[in-house]
């Protein structure tokens, strides 16, 4: 039998082809852990497949996973995400390149809503591309603010990612969650001035719509539309609340929220059976397909382990006797190459067992990590050639070449590798406010 090193390399040749080949992500992790299996260690370790699949999925925190995406899927089905997005613009059109930044808030607030990137982006960039395209927005920076604002769902808590991480390396996910907040507030005002600058010197005169009158709303017009969405924004405070203090469990949280919302979207926008039906159907297909990622990814890193290949890769790194910011220089690009062709959630479950003793050993703090770590994903979700936003951006703006889209996100990668290296200087950001909270 080959060394666990060089059987490492040929586990990421393998699987790198069975991704690439366009099967579906849990199915590609899947069948090479079988192969694996099979060939190194022998038939008799086949029951292995079943125990881990099951056992992966039997955690307890898992439940937050399906919760969140319904909370998330009854915002997104509804006009409910229309509402939050024509709030954000009618208060700050004024601005320059206010539409820009109403589209960035837009997307940080369903991403705290939803917890997942792709769903931010869709959701927001179905209403958002339009407009900005129709106000004189260049077509690459319109794709590429969704682009980037999509990324915001992932790192603004509640998310997906960080509660599999959380699970992955028994980090508290409530500490997770909160950890989150500075840093997303901080990424979603970096795009916004961003955006700013570059309408202000891309743009002298305010933008006329259609040809029309330049677009102006009364305080009036401002304030009739607030009642709609402030039940949904009180959600979100009542979730980081309860986490802030200790009063729930992430799983509790999303169970409160999830429920809510479903009642809101009834009472407000008068929710027929059929539709409670669809956002079910939807929200049912979006959570099979992450948990058999899940399932599918402690599987491949159970062979990994197995094998002893997680182990000789992680003694490797340590042996490389670099300083310490140096060895997390190289798992950033690391990640950030990952990124570019496997969705955050594969990452994480892959890579956990390998990065986390390796950065707890160079005192690291894990709770800093799982946002450096999330926040470096967020760069990939944006980068070609498998950056999963700038494919949903391609399907909602269909007539705009890749090409227009990529530069449009290209100086928004830049702004999220500027805010690691942030982190890197000023740790505080991520860890004072889960250093204060209550419980975990």
Same mark, same amino acid.
């Given at each position: ?9 040929? @586990?990421?040749?393998?699987s ?10 849990? #199915?590609?992790?899947? #069948?090479?852990?079988?192969i ?12 292995? @497949? ?21 909370l ?8 409910a995400?229309?509402?939050?997005? /024509? ?17 960035l808030?837009?997307?940080a ?16 960039g179905?209403?958002?591309?339009? /407009? ?6 260049? %077509? ?6 969704? %682009? ?24 508290? !996910?409530?500490?997770?969650?909160? %950890?989150?907040?500075? *840093? ?13 600058? @570059? ?6 005169? *305010? ?25 949904f ?5 009542? !979730?980081?609340?309860?986490l ?24 407000i ?18 959570t ?5 990622? !899940?399932?599918?990814?402690?599987? #491949? ?12 890769? %992680?003694n ?36 956990s ?23 470096? $994903? /967020? ?21 705009? *070449? $890749?090409?227009? @889209? $990529? ?19 000023? *740790?505080? $950001? ?11």
């Amino acid at each position: 039998m080959m060394d666990p090193l060089t059987l490492g390399i040929v @586990v990421g040749v393998v699987s790198l082809i069975f991704l690439l080949s366009g099967m579906p992500i849990a #199915f590609a992790l899947g #069948f090479v852990a079988i192969i694996f299996i099979v060939i190194f260690m022998g038939p008799s370790q086949f029951d292995l @497949v079943a125990n881990t699949l099951f056992d992966g999925l039997e955690n307890f925190g898992l439940l937050a996973i399906p919760l969140f995406i319904l909370l998330g899927t009854t915002i997104g089905n509804t006009k409910a995400s229309s509402d939050l997005y /024509e709030v954000a613009h009618r208060w700050l059109y004024r601005l320059p390149g206010g539409l820009g930044v109403s589209n960035l808030i837009s997307c940080a607030i369903f991403a705290a809503l939803c917890g997942s990137s792709p769903a931010t982006a869709a959701a927001i960039g179905k209403m958002g591309i339009p /407009e900005m395209r129709k106000r004189g927005y260049s %077509a690459s920076l319109a794709c590429g603010i969704i %682009a980037a604002g999509g990324t915001l769902g992932i790192l603004i808590p509640p998310s997906v990612t960080m509660i599999v991480y959380g699970i992955a390396t028994e980090t508290s !996910i409530g500490k997770l969650f909160i %950890a989150g907040i500075i *840093p997303g507030i901080l990424l979603t005002a970096m795009f916004s001035v961003w955006v700013v600058l @570059v309408y202000h010197f891309t743009h002298r005169l *305010p933008q006329k719509v259609d040809n029309n009158e330049i677009e102006y709303y009364t305080m009036k017009e401002k304030l009739i539309i607030l009642p709609k969405v402030i039940p949904f924004i009180l959600i979100i405070v009542i !979730i980081i609340i309860s986490l802030y203090g200790g009063w729930a469990t992430p799983s509790e949280s999303a169970a409160v929220g999830a429920i809510a919302a479903m009642l809101l979207v009834g009472i407000i926008y008068r929710v027929s059976l059929k539709e409670y039906i669809s956002i079910i159907k939807d929200s049912t297909n979006d959570t099979v397909m992450i948990m058999l990622i !899940i399932a599918t990814s402690f599987l #491949f890193g159970t062979v990994l382990t197995k094998l002893y290949i997680s182990q000789t890769i %992680a003694n490797l790194i340590v042996s490389l006797d670099l300083p310490r910011w140096i060895l997390m220089l190289l798992i950033n690009i690391f990640l950030l190459v990952l990124g570019c062709f496997m969705p955050p959630v594969a990452i994480i479950l892959i890579t956990s067992p390998i990065l986390y003793p390796v950065v707890t050993g160079l005192g690291f703090d894990p709770l800093w990590f799982g946002v450096i770590m999330t926040i470096n $994903l /967020e760069a990939g979700l944006i980068t070609p050639p498998v950056g999963l936003n700038l494919f949903v951006i391609k399907g909602i703006a269909p007539d705009v *070449p $890749l090409g227009k @889209v $990529l530069r449009g996100s290209l100086p928004f990668i830049i702004i999220i590798l500027l805010e690691i290296v942030i982190l890197y200087l000023f *740790p505080g $950001l991520a860890l004072w406010l889960p250093n204060k909270m209550i419980g975990g």
